[in-house]
Nanobody, 116 residues
Framework: QVQLVESGGGLVQPGGSLRLSCAAS????????MGWYRQAPGKQRELVAR???????DYADAVKGRFTISRDNAKNTAYLQMNSLKSEDTAVYYC??????????WGKGTLVTVSS
């Protein structure tokens, strides 16, 4: 059974940085898509960034140039480096993994609050 544990969230001032981590267990993730979604209060969950098994990345327009997704297959871990944070980045951030065949698994989320 796939398990995902996010860490690294917290309170940060506008313009600051945070690095989220997602530790995956229960499978081999080299062939999985790994990514991050977020959900702000009163809004739907939305894609932030994802990275394929070959390293191809996709980003939401709102975070392009500020966020960077990466993965370490040896550690079964995905990262999200978030720079130049804005108040509108405040949300619960969820890690996700999708295998080549099968459904997506989700973490429980980590809260990121951007406020002065």
């Amino acid at each position: 059974q796939v398990q995902l544990v996010e860490s690294g969230g917290g309170l940060v001032q506008p313009g600051g940085s945070l690095r989220l981590s997602c530790a995956a267990s229960g499978s081999r993730f080299n062939d999985y898509v790994m990514g991050w979604y977020r959900q702000a209060p009163g809004k739907q969950r939305e894609l932030v960034a994802r990275i394929g098994s070959g390293g191809r990345t996709d980003y939401a327009d709102a975070v392009k140039g500020r966020f960077t997704i990466s993965r370490d297959n040896a550690k079964n871990t995905a990262y999200l480096q978030m720079n130049s944070l804005k108040s509108e980045d405040t949300a619960v951030y969820y890690c996700m993994v999708t295998p080549p065949v099968g459904g997506t698994s989700w973490g429980k989320g980590t809260l990121v609050t951007v406020s002065s």
